[in-house]
């Protein structure tokens, strides 16, 4: 089945670690992309990808950072930097096309204490 | 910068009625598409339907439909015959493309609750 998978699905740190969050995507799509999700404030873009080797930030990308080394992988890790680390998040992927929508994966719940 | 404003935080319905979750959005753009996702508790994002903005019809999917006002750059959903399944957080999004990115929009989102 093609899909996105995101693993763990909840991930608790302690504060002052990094973590990695794992995006893999088996849709053969180009672009990927990474959303943080808070309560009341939708989703927001904190980094994307539109090729292998080549990303940019988003709104909100300040404390996060990520590679693109393969099509089918785009990880996410959160720095000590990021002030307020614990959110949902979520990949997503776009086929590219005119007027394409985004897929999304089922998402990683990340606890900081 | 385009911004998508879902005025309604929290909206409940009964079971079989209708409800219209409201959206907004600004833009420069003539071109570009707008998209309702649904995000039940288990958190998945599922597409619900999606509009262009160069077709003056409304979109219809089974018992999701929208009313497209573009001068008024307004996109909101009616769900008819609401069913105990279509509780979720609903978010309206807006895209448009820029050569193979896709940058997509989306509003904060109303909780819908369905009430039996």
């Not at chain 1, 909840?10 to 943080?36: I, P």
């Not at chain 1, 393969?70 to 930097?81: D, G, I």
Request: charged share 20%; with cysteine.
């Amino acid at each position: 089945d093609g899909g996105i998978t995101q693993s763990p699905k909840y991930l608790f740190r302690k504060e002052g670690q990094n973590v990695t969050l794992s995006c893999e995507q088996n849709l053969n799509h180009d672009a990927m992309y990474w959303y943080r999700q808070d309560p009341g404030q939708g989703l927001r873009l904190i980094y994307y990808s539109q090729i292998v080797n080549d990303f940019q930030k988003g709104d909100i990308a300040e404390g996060y950072s990520v590679s693109r080394e393969k099509k089918e992988s785009f990880p996410l890790t959160v720095t000590s930097a990021q002030k307020n680390p614990t959110a949902f998040y979520l990949c997503a992927t776009n086929p590219g096309y005119l007027g394409g929508e985004q897929y999304f994966g089922p998402g990683t719940r990340l606890t900081v204490t | 910068a385009q911004t998508v404003t879902q005025s309604q935080p929290e909206m409940s319905v009964q079971e079989a009625e209708t409800v219209t979750l409201s959206c907004t959005y600004d833009t420069s753009e003539n071109n570009y598409y707008l998209f309702w996702y649904k995000q039940p508790p288990s958190r998945q994002m599922i597409l619900v339907i999606r509009q262009e903005a160069y077709k003056q019809q409304n979109a219809t999917e089974n018992r999701f439909s929208v009313n497209f006002q573009k001068a008024a750059k307004s996109f909101s959903l009616k769900i008819s015959d609401s069913q105990l399944g279509d509780t979720a957080m609903y978010f309206c999004a807006f895209m448009k493309h820029r050569g193979s990115n896709n940058d997509m929009r989306f509003g904060a989102g109303t909780r819908l609750t369905v009430k039996p």
